[in-house]
T-cell receptor, first 115, second 113 residues
């Protein structure tokens, strides 16, 4: 059973479109995250939710909007996609709301390509 | 604040060579430190961790010791294999609730036969 699953795995779309990426975890964790990984493998946190509440919101364009319907799901909606949004987006979860001392479990990523 | 500085790559080694990837951290409080590995086309996986000073994390032949005096958590392996080719990330989990989460910039390791 997949612990952290993201869909879709690949997403190819045109500039200006709106798209969503879904994430679900079946580990019973309280905290979920979204990361963006660029072509040089640099990993940048975008958002973190604990029990459906936003706890980390890094400097991310407001075209990106996370939504957590319950603590097992954290979706990412992106409006008006731009070329610079091309990247791999990772969802992750961790077992506590402490934001710290527990390891994170990652999904396999969503590879977003903007044409 | 909490952060890590990770050795820049890429690193290219021959099979059976010794590996060191440097990681130093800054912290307020006493964060747990982690190394993650990312194989091609996959997400990050926990490789090893250490939760306090002088702890040594180990897994799959990799080791790292949490050194408070040098604020370091260097990753080492005595004899690398081709299958170790991956991207390695140092992570400072932060010592306070809802603290910043910080990953190093990643080190790309390629091991040749």
């Amino acid at each position: 059973d997949t612990a952290v699953s993201q869909t879709p795995k690949y997403l190819v779309t045109q500039m200006g479109n709106d798209k969503s990426i879904k994430c679900e975890q079946n580990l019973g964790h309280d905290t979920m995250y979204w990361y963006k990984q660029d072509s040089k493998k640099f990993l940048k946190i975008m958002f973190s939710y604990n029990n459906k509440e936003l706890i980390i919101n890094e400097t991310v364009p407001n075209r990106f909007s996370p939504k957590s319907p319950d603590k097992a799901h954290l979706n990412l909606h992106i409006n008006s996609l731009e070329l610079g949004d091309s990247a791999v987006y990772f969802c992750a979860s961790s077992p506590t709301g402490q934001g710290g001392n527990q390891p994170q479990h990652f999904g396999d990523g969503t590879r977003l390509s903007i044409l | 604040g909490n952060s890590v500085t990770q050795m820049e790559g890429p690193v290219t080694l021959s099979e059976e060579a010794f590996l060191t990837i440097n990681c130093t951290y800054t912290a307020t409080g006493y964060p747990s430190l982690f190394w993650y590995v990312q194989y091609p086309g996959e997400g990050l996986q926990l490789l090893l961790k250490a939760t306090k000073a002088d702890d040594k994390g180990s897994n799959k032949g990799f080791e790292a010791t949490y050194r408070k005096e040098t604020t370091s958590f260097h990753l080492e392996k005595g004899s690398v294999q081709v299958s170790d080719s991956a991207v390695y990330f140092c992570h400072n989990a932060g010592g306070t609730s809802y603290g910043k989460l910080t990953f190093g910039q990643g080190t790309i390791l390629t091991v040749h036969p």
